[in-house]
């Protein structure tokens, strides 16, 4: 089988150069462009080398110069919505793992899925998205318990909560019939008073080189319940996207998600 044709922008972040340092030895794909912002110090760089790897022959650069087939980017919500207008611009299907996105960014996806096929994500990890649905099904059948979202993250994050966080609570939400903006609380100070029938709390703590850590507790009278996901690398959101882009080209135009994938494959 002919290798995709791989892109990757933010390619020397956390996540960026995780999944670039995998997809250099992952014989689906071949590196056609790693991407960075144009005050990257390692611009100009060959990317295999600025990944701790051996040489590729790719240098990073600010733009996509060869064809490429899918585009998997992890940057800021900006960055976000400037890949993917080029995504839709240039017929090149795209992986988004960009969180903190506000309706703006998300409108872009919703345009570009017009025109290619996209896949947008808060989390690729396949536990996490397992969770999701554990979650899901504990809410609809606990619906009178008390819940709280707990997400742990490094201290250089700079979203809170984490797109993960807020998309279990938008599950529990979903599962339960009532609004997030009406329901979550996040984080309690003062004199709060006690706990209104049907919130849920939310919570982020920032500390050190955490991953990601997210714990979802249920409670009743005299029992709880918690389901909880770690991510001891970044690896696990790194070769979820490579699944997720491998799994992506020649899609049918739309916008999709981790729970397509995982319906239809197991990494």
């Known amino acids: 089988m002919t290798p995709i044709r791989l892109a990757i922008a933010g390619c020397t972040g956390r996540t960026g150069a995780t999944i670039l340092r995998l997809a250099a030895t992952d014989p689906r794909f071949t590196i056609v462009a790693a991407l960075t912002r144009t005050d990257d110090p390692q611009l100009g760089g060959d990317a295999g080398q600025a990944v701790g790897g051996s040489a590729i022959g790719?240098?990073?650069?600010v733009d996509c110069r060869r064809p490429c087939d899918v585009l998997v980017e992890f940057t800021l919500p900006d960055g976000c919505r400037q890949w993917a207008d080029w995504?839709?611009?240039?017929?090149?299907?795209?992986?988004?793992?960009?969180?903190?996105?506000?309706?703006?960014?998300?409108?872009?996806?919703?345009?570009?899925?017009?025109r290619v096929p996209v896949l947008w994500a808060p989390n690729m990890s396949i536990g996490v998205n397992l969770l999701l649905k554990l979650v899901e099904q504990a809410a609809a059948?606990?619906?009178d318990w008390d819940v709280e979202i707990c997400e742990t993250?490094?201290?250089?994050?700079?979203d809170a909560p984490s797109g993960t966080a807020n998309a279990l609570l938008q599950t529990i939400c979903h599962a339960r019939g009532c609004d997030p903006a009406q329901t979550a609380v996040h984080g309690r100070h003062g004199r709060c008073g006690p706990r209104r029938p049907g919130e849920i709390g939310v919570h982020a703590l920032r500390m050190g080189e955490h991953v990601g850590h997210h714990v979802v507790?249920?409670?009743?009278?005299s029992e709880s319940l918690r389901l909880s996901h770690q991510a001891h690398s970044r690896e696990t959101f790194a070769s979820g996207a490579l699944h997720a882009a491998h799994w992506l080209v020649g899609r049918p135009l739309g916008l999709y998600g981790m729970a397509d994938v995982l319906a239809e494959t197991t990494p």
């Not at 240039?90 to 899925?113: D, F, I, Y």
């Not at 993250?153 to 700079?158: C, F, S």
């Not at 507790?217 to 009278?221: P, V």
């Open 87 to 114: 995504c839709a611009a240039h017929g090149v299907a795209l992986v988004s793992g960009t969180t903190g996105l506000t309706e703006p960014h998300h409108a872009a996806l919703r345009h570009a899925a017009l």
């Open 217 to 221: 507790t249920f409670a009743a009278g």
């Open 153 to 158: 993250h490094h201290r250089h994050k700079v």
């Open 58 to 61: 790719v240098p990073i650069s």
């Open 141 to 143: 059948r606990l619906s």
